[in-house]
């Protein structure tokens, strides 16, 4: 009949109109469909459809599915309830069904997005009578014990309430207990069906043709639909009741057996924490309310970054940050739209700087805020150890190890720190910075040293070097001084090597300009690779002597592998041969000493 055809629980209210009384105006729908569900949990031909607006059918069978469920009573057993409770629960909670605790540990280490970043929690789903002291202590993640909503030993939920209350141990990780309801009996029954018919209908169909073999082919598929049609209803009831027994929903469906009263359902493992009920559309954002009040409790100061802080956007704020402390007022315009994105997002709530629409200024905060605590502290080495203790005066932030890494080097590009340890620089990143690291002030060049050095470092090699006087400005014009120096070593010797026994014959004095300058380019490169710190080598480069001038050694520079290759290459037996010349060529060969001779020693 048309009519009846696509029936949803508002048609049917209307079709029975008079029949349904709800409190609420317009709300008789949702009467009738609570009632629909509620059947179809018990009579396998009501459907009721998971869509929006669920629509209803009927089935019509003449297969009778209790002796089939009755065949698989052996698999209704504690352990499969509890298994069939935690995978609803964790479905509930969007955690995917591979995720589970029971495979291998006892805990499920559950992600939380907090404030930007990702906190682990030690996840449980047992009965809390069963959980011994040391699982509630942690292991350093907090701890959140999700009651199981039965006993199989037929304890109260105030026994288990009283076994939580009990715990006590300053050294514990914290966390909560979140003590539901009991189920009642009908619920419990339910849930056992449910089982059974999960059992049933697993895998290849065996089961089922095994437990139902007093029926023919086609009765067995009638069974099988409608056993599927009954598992998607008590799925949603269970699922329901899950929510009444934890204090989400009320109860309108006989779900709950023993009651927790709401204000008694949590209890905290930590002393000052003080949880209460938390406000969701679903369990999963109860849950994530009450991990909220718990992380918000444990680091108050902790900065709400905007979005959740990726390794990549860290690195990338950290290059801008270090960019940015290289400019005069530590100033730097941000051109890139994803850059000025992620700097606001992570730099301005970590107090690195304040962002305009197209510029980041650095913040003094951290430097002003370390200083006030060293101070206090008497002086002395300045460790990263101290300064991650230091971020969480006057009040916890909890910043993970790698936003902590973030604001250690943003601080030792700013005020011109050098990381070392046992005297020796180290190379630091954000994945790993040991506490035992200190953060050293760098000595610097003079103003004038600096601006010499600088001026060098372009004229000989091509080096342009930061204007601002810093240590990290510093440090990477020594390092490329020395790495060019070292480039540069072998092949000066080499030149020098090939050169000196042909201007030998021919002559060429050894104060020879270029002699000279191969001279001065040699004791400058190594100078440069023997000097030990970054100040040594800037120093030794700004004191540097050429006796022919910078623009001499920087053309020989320039063309040292040209040069090198052109005299090794060279036919000198061909040469010597010919200027040692003595018949009617000898002149020849005289002029063709004398410009050999210019053109090596010039």
Not at 205 to 231: F, K, N, W, Y
Not at 385 to 410: S, T, Y
Not at 594 to 601: P, R, V
Request: proline share 5%; aromatic share 4%; with cysteine.
């Amino acid at each position: 009949v048309p009519t009846l055809r696509a029936l949803t629980a508002p048609r049917l209210a209307a079709l029975n109109h008079g029949s349904v009384v709800s409190p609420v105006p317009g709300g008789e729908g949702g009467i009738v469909l609570q009632k629909l569900r509620g059947w179809a949990t018990r009579v396998g031909e009501i459907r009721v459809s998971d869509d929006q607006m669920p629509v209803v059918s009927l089935q019509i069978s003449g297969v009778d599915v209790e002796p089939i469920l009755a065949n698989a009573a052996p698999a209704d057993n504690d352990g499969t309830r509890r298994s069939k409770l935690q995978r609803i629960l964790f479905d509930m909670l969007g955690i995917g069904a591979d995720d589970t605790m029971f495979s291998g540990q006892p805990f499920y280490a559950h992600e939380h997005l907090w404030r930007g970043t990702q906190r682990q929690v030690d996840l449980y789903f047992e009965v809390v009578r069963e959980l011994s002291y040391d699982r509630l202590r942690g292991r350093g993640a907090p701890v959140l014990v999700l009651g199981m909503p039965f006993d199989p030993k037929g304890r109260p939920p105030a026994d288990h309430l009283a076994y939580a209350r009990d715990f006590n141990d300053e050294a514990a990780s914290g966390g909560v207990v979140w003590q539901p309801s009991h189920l009642s009996d009908r619920a419990l029954k339910d849930l056992g069906t449910l089982v059974r018919i999960d059992f049933l209908l697993a895998g290849a169909g065996d089961r089922l043709t095994e437990a139902a073999r007093h029926l023919s082919a086609s009765d067995r598929e009638q069974a099988r639909a409608v056993l599927r049609s009954q598992q998607s209803a008590l799925h949603q009831r269970i699922r329901a009741c899950l929510e009444v027994a934890y204090g989400i929903r009320p109860d309108s469906d006989a779900c709950v057996g023993a009651a927790v009263a709401p204000e008694e359902r949590l209890v905290s493992l930590d002393g000052t924490f003080r949880p209460q009920m938390p406000v969701g559309a679903d369990m999963k954002a109860a849950v994530s309310a009450l991990l909220d009040r718990w992380f918000e409790h444990c680091f108050p100061a902790h900065p709400e970054f905007e979005g959740e802080v990726r390794d990549a956007s860290l690195r990338r704020v950290l290059e801008r940050v270090q960019e940015a402390a290289g400019q005069p007022n530590q100033r730097l315009g941000i051109q890139d739209h994803a850059d000025r994105r992620r700097l606001a997002a992570v730099a301005v709530p970590l107090r690195l700087g304040v962002t305009s629409q197209t510029t980041i200024q650095l913040s003094n905060y951290w430097a002003e805020h370390f200083a006030r605590q060293h101070a206090r502290a008497g002086g002395g080495a300045f460790t990263v150890g101290l300064l991650r203790e230091w971020m969480n005066e006057p009040r916890p932030m909890g910043l993970q190890p790698k936003v902590q890494n973030l604001v250690i080097l943003a601080l030792a590009a700013q005020a011109d720190r050098t990381l070392v340890r046992n005297g020796v620089p180290v190379q630091a990143s954000l994945e790993r910075i040991d506490d035992a690291v200190e953060l050293r002030e760098e000595v610097l060049p003079d103003e004038t040293a600096w601006l010499r050095a600088r001026e060098l470092a372009l004229a000989l090699f091509g080096m342009v070097s930061g204007e601002v006087r810093k240590g990290t400005t510093v440090s990477k014009l020594a390092t490329e001084l020395k790495a060019v120096a070292d480039e540069k070593r072998g092949p000066l010797a080499d030149l020098l090597r090939e050169l000196k026994p042909r201007m030998d014959r021919l002559g060429v004095p050894a104060t020879a300009p270029r002699v000279t300058t191969i001279h001065s380019a040699q004791a400058l490169v190594g100078d440069l690779v023997g000097a030990g710190d970054p100040l040594a080598t800037i120093e030794t480069l700004a004191r540097a002597v050429l006796e022919t001038g910078e623009a001499a050694v920087a053309r020989l520079f320039a063309a040292l592998k040209d040069l090198q290759g052109a005299v090794s290459t060279a036919s000198w037996d061909i040469i010597e041969t010919a200027i040692g010349l003595q018949d009617h060529r000898r002149a020849a060969a005289e002029g063709l000493q004398e410009k050999l001779s210019e053109a090596l020693g010039a």
